[in-house]
Nanobody, 123 residues
Framework: QVQLMESGGGLVQPGGSLRLSCTAP????????MAWHRQAPGKERELVAR???????DYADSVKGRFTISRDNTKTALYLQMNSLKPEDTAVYSC?????????????????WGQGTQVTVSS
């Protein structure tokens, strides 16, 4: 079982910045997308940003213009640059890698997740 590893979380003041990193211990083939999610206490997990295999990206409305998702060329690392942080960005941030491939009529798919890193925005 491949376990992703997040890092870069911490305590930051409102208006500050953090850069999260997510690394995979090995190359994962047939990646369809890589994504960051977050879950705040008492709330459901939400998709923050996603980067697709063709390089296009999508963002939650709440983070558009403030967060930037990127990956390295080997697709073993995923990043989330977070600027102009707000207290409502406080959450545990987790990364996801989704892969799938088809052999004949059978679709093989798998999700990989990290355990998460805490981001706290507070003065």
């Amino acid at each position: 079982q491949v376990q992703l590893m997040e890092s870069g979380g911490g305590l930051v003041q409102p208006g500050g910045s953090l850069r999260l990193s997510c690394t995979a211990p090995e190359i994962i083939s047939s990646i369809r997308f890589m994504a960051w999610h977050r879950q705040a206490p008492g709330k459901e997990r939400e998709l923050v940003a996603r980067i697709n295999s063709d390089g296009t990206s999508d963002y939650a409305d709440s983070v558009k213009g403030r967060f930037t998702i990127s990956r390295d060329n080997t697709k073993t690392a995923l990043y989330l640059q977070m600027n102009s942080l707000k207290p409502e960005d406080t959450a545990v941030y987790s990364c996801q890698i989704y892969r799938s491939n088809r052999k004949g009529w059978t679709l093989y798919e798998k999700d990989y997740w990290g355990q998460g890193t805490q981001v706290t925005v507070s003065s």
